[in-house]
């Protein structure tokens, strides 16, 4: 059943509209003058706008009409009337009226417009729901590689992806592991239910718990409505958490419990709700390095690491680079609406030669690159960037004693000239810092804690 607002200068009308429509199982709200029904429509869009088309004021029927379809309201508007005319019937159909009909009526025929009105929205609904889930989609054929690194991994997407266990997906950045997530979703059994993605590192600590598991409205300032987690959002689908290695330990706490015990609760609320959801996490840290260190708990790693599905770097597996950078020359081609043909051999032989720290995702924005760059049929050396060679860093100078060294309080003293030295550069601002040592804020602010660099204060944050 729709959302029905009916509006009408008249009240026996009105109420008698509101009456046969509630009986007929729609919510109804009503308005006495078009003016009132626009602020009410602009507030809270109703499903059907059922008007009257002869109106005081200087807002009729057909004035409502245009400022509904004109303002980006989702409505669709029936206008009724006793004086019809050919031409009134017709400037309404102009103006995007769904149906136009002549007092006196009967409730058989308006509850029969309303009827197709509802079935045309869940049509739309249906089909635009199919469309976003289709587009989201990665199915495993779309994974590229011919390497053995990589028929491995998709060997293990086809032994768990119809399971409920969780999985740990582990790589460096740019490796793909949210397509990875992705297929694991899309080839299992709850392909047709919601796959949602978040990533642990991009929100902030003291909206993440909301994030996940939901508030309730005035559980804290600015909480004006309720809200619903990640959590129920992905009910009976999958949720991605990505970047896992960025939560707080608080958060990871309750994490932990969410998985355990699968039920949720809402920040404020008293009850807790089930929940069915297979978590797939990722990370591009080592995290049995953070349990050691005591910056992830070691029973949610297990929790979260029933299988590993590690991604191996594009530099271990160079095999697969001419492959990854033809079909990205095809989908950049098409994107651009040019004709390229190929890639030269010199060309090839520089991305072969690449080491590809940002992995698939580097080979993604050079190929993008080339293709804007090229006037010829096949991309050439001269569009792709000039890399240096690889320098391997040189060690410290300093004596080895005879009794040997405190490896960790050298390694310890060096991290921490790296770290003042970024803070140096970056004029003490914290998250320029960061974004020197290609770290996380939240990474940043662990370390200077660690190294006894944290002032206390947020002044450095901006």
């Not at 050919?86 to 002549?102: C, E, F, P, R, S």
């Not at 990871?252 to 039920?263: D, M, T």
């Not at 010199?346 to 090229?374: C, Q, S, Y």
Request: net charge negative.
């Amino acid at each position: 059943m729709g959302r029905v607002l009916v509006v009408d200068d008249e009240q026996s009308m009105r109420e008698f509209l509101a009456i046969c429509l509630r009986r007929a199982g729609h919510q109804v709200a009503v308005a006495d003058s078009a003016k009132t029904a626009l602020a009410l429509a602009q507030t809270d869009p109703p499903d059907v706008v059922v008007t009257d088309l002869r109106m005081p004021g200087d807002l009729d029927g057909l004035g409502l009409l245009h400022a509904i379809k004109t303002g980006g309201i989702d409505a669709e508007v029936i206008l009724v009337t006793a004086f019809a005319t050919a031409d009134t019937a017709i400037a309404a159909m102009k103006q995007g009226a769904y149906d136009y009909l002549t007092k006196p009526f009967k409730v058989d025929e308006i509850n029969a417009v309303i009827d197709r009105v509802m079935e045309k929205r869940r049509l739309l609904a249906e089909n635009a729901a199919l469309r976003d889930q289709v587009a989201g989609r990665v199915r495993l054929a779309q994974l590229l590689g011919r390497s053995k690194a990589m028929q491995r991994v998709f060997e293990l997407i086809q032994k768990i992806h119809s399971t409920k266990t969780s999985v740990l997906i582990t790589g460096e950045s740019g490796t793909g592991k949210e397509l990875v997530a992705r297929a694991l979703h899309t080839e299992g059994a709850r392909a047709n239910q919601p796959f949602v993605a978040v990533n642990c590192g991009a929100i902030p600590e003291e909206l993440m718990e909301s994030e996940l598991f939901g508030h309730v409205k005035g559980s804290f300032t600015g909480a004006v409505s309720d809200k619903q987690g990640l959590f129920q959002k992905a009910s009976g689908g999958t949720l991605f958490l990505d970047e896992i290695g960025e939560l707080s330990l608080g958060l990871q706490v309750k994490l932990l419990r969410a998985l355990q015990e699968r039920r949720v609760k809402a920040v404020g609320a008293t009850d807790e709700v089930d929940i069915d959801v297979r978590v797939v996490a990722a990370t591009n840290r080592e995290l049995e390095e953070e349990v050691a260190r005591g910056a992830f708990r070691a029973d949610l790693y297990y929790r979260l690491n029933v299988i590993e599905l590690r991604l191996p770097p594009l530099r271990q597996r160079r095999e697969d680079i001419p492959l990854l950078a033809e079909h990205f020359l095809r989908k950049f081609s098409s994107e651009q609406d040019k004709a390229l043909i190929g890639i030269g051999a010199e060309a090839l032989k520089r991305l072969l030669d690449h080491d590809f720290p940002g992995n698939v995702r580097e080979l993604e924005n050079i190929m993008e690159r080339a293709v804007a760059l090229t006037t010829g049929a096949e991309i050439e050396a001269d569009v792709l960037p000039t890399w240096k060679a690889p320098r391997a860093p040189a060690a410290p100078a300093m004596d080895f004693p005879d009794e040997g060294v405190d490896l960790d309080r050298l390694v310890s003293d060096y991290e921490r000239a790296i770290v003042v030295k970024a803070l140096e550069r970056a004029g003490g601002v914290r998250k320029k810092a960061a974004g020197l040592l290609n770290i996380t804020f939240r990474s940043m602010r662990y370390r200077l804690e660690k190294l006894g660099l944290d002032r206390g204060d947020a002044s450095g944050d901006e």
